[in-house]
């Protein structure tokens, strides 16, 4: 696909949205059980509404074939778990993964996760997944990386005071640009307090097999933060609704 802003200057799609023909049943989840689940298509979005009575409300970006978001939903049925993906195959996977579970605590969107963030009502995650984003290593494409000001004035005002933002990497220059981006960013704190907390996996990680095909140049580096309690949320015009 094109990697572009489009004539509004939104962000267009970086990289592929479908890779290899789906089966059969990839293909029947994809039409029938997705649009039972996805996201409303415009207004603005409150998770509480799209499932009732959940202890806590979880965002995940960039899922991938889902194993890690379909692991914790599963594991966590009191809670609701939202995923974003663009790649079409990998939503077909993640769908297998719910069928097969019975879970219905999860809502899929198959799209670009900068598009649908500004529509999400204000402090209603307890939780953000950033696992993995793809690194764009060359400089010219840093502007591609999903970590920007942008994304992080959004964290700031969906998450709770207090809620909690996860991102990992295997890629050195990623983890070095994440740092540098939320150094200076008051609304955010970084929990680690040893090197032990940023190199090891976290107690409640769920690797996946891309993880594990060790495609970096370095260990996974897991940076939690908290969205502090009272963080100034950014300024501007809020989504059309």
């Given at each position: 696909?094109?990697?572009?802003?489009?004539?509004?200057?939104?962000?267009?799609?970086?990289?592929?949205?479908?890779?290899?023909?789906?089966?059969?049943?990839?293909?029947?989840?994809?039409?029938?059980v997705l649009p039972t689940i996805d996201l409303p298509p415009d207004g603005e979005i409150d998770p509480a509404r799209l499932a009732a009575g959940k202890a806590a409300h979880i965002l995940e970006i960039g899922f991938g074939s889902g194993e890690h978001l379909v692991?914790?939903?599963?594991?966590?049925?009191?809670?609701?778990?939202?995923?974003?993906?663009?790649?079409?195959?990998?939503?077909?996977?993640?769908?297998?993964?719910?069928?097969?579970?019975?879970?219905?605590?999860?809502?899929?969107?198959?799209?670009?996760?900068?598009?649908?963030?500004?529509?999400?009502?204000?402090?209603?995650?307890?939780?953000?997944?950033?696992?993995?984003?793809?690194?764009?290593?060359?400089?010219?494409?840093?502007?591609?990386?999903?970590?920007?000001?942008?994304?992080?004035?959004?964290?700031?005002?969906?998450?709770?005071?207090?809620?909690?933002?996860?991102?990992?990497?295997?890629?050195?220059?990623?983890?070095?640009?994440?740092?540098?981006?939320?150094?200076?960013?008051?609304?955010?704190?970084?929990?680690?307090?040893?090197?032990?907390?940023?190199?090891?996996?976290?107690?409640?990680?769920?690797?996946?097999?891309?993880?594990?095909?060790?495609?970096?140049?370095?260990?996974?580096?897991f940076m939690d933060f908290i969205c502090r309690s009272g963080a100034p949320l950014p300024s501007g015009p809020k989504a059309a609704i």
């Amino acid at each position: 696909m094109t990697d572009q802003l489009n004539a509004s200057g939104d962000f267009r799609l970086f990289g592929r949205a479908k890779g290899k023909p789906l089966s059969a049943r990839q293909q029947a989840l994809v039409d029938d059980v997705l649009p039972t689940i996805d996201l409303p298509p415009d207004g603005e979005i409150d998770p509480a509404r799209l499932a009732a009575g959940k202890a806590a409300h979880i965002l995940e970006i960039g899922f991938g074939s889902g194993e890690h978001l379909v692991a914790q939903a599963a594991a966590h049925p009191q809670n609701l778990y939202v995923g974003i993906e663009p790649f079409l195959n990998g939503v077909a996977k993640t769908l297998a993964g719910i069928d097969d579970g019975g879970l219905e605590n999860v809502r899929l969107h198959r799209g670009d996760a900068r598009d649908v963030l500004p529509r999400f009502a204000d402090g209603v995650f307890d939780r953000i997944f950033l696992l993995f984003p793809d690194p764009w290593h060359k400089k010219r494409h840093a502007k591609r990386r999903f970590i920007q000001q942008s994304s992080r004035d959004d964290f700031a005002r969906i998450l709770k005071p207090g809620g909690q933002l996860r991102i990992a990497t295997d890629v050195k220059s990623y983890a070095d640009h994440v740092m540098a981006e939320f150094a200076g960013d008051g609304r955010f704190e970084w929990t680690a307090q040893t090197a032990a907390d940023w190199r090891l996996p976290p107690v409640d990680h769920v690797r996946t097999r891309y993880e594990t095909k060790n495609l970096g140049d370095c260990a996974p580096v897991f940076m939690d933060f908290i969205c502090r309690s009272g963080a100034p949320l950014p300024s501007g015009p809020k989504a059309a609704i």
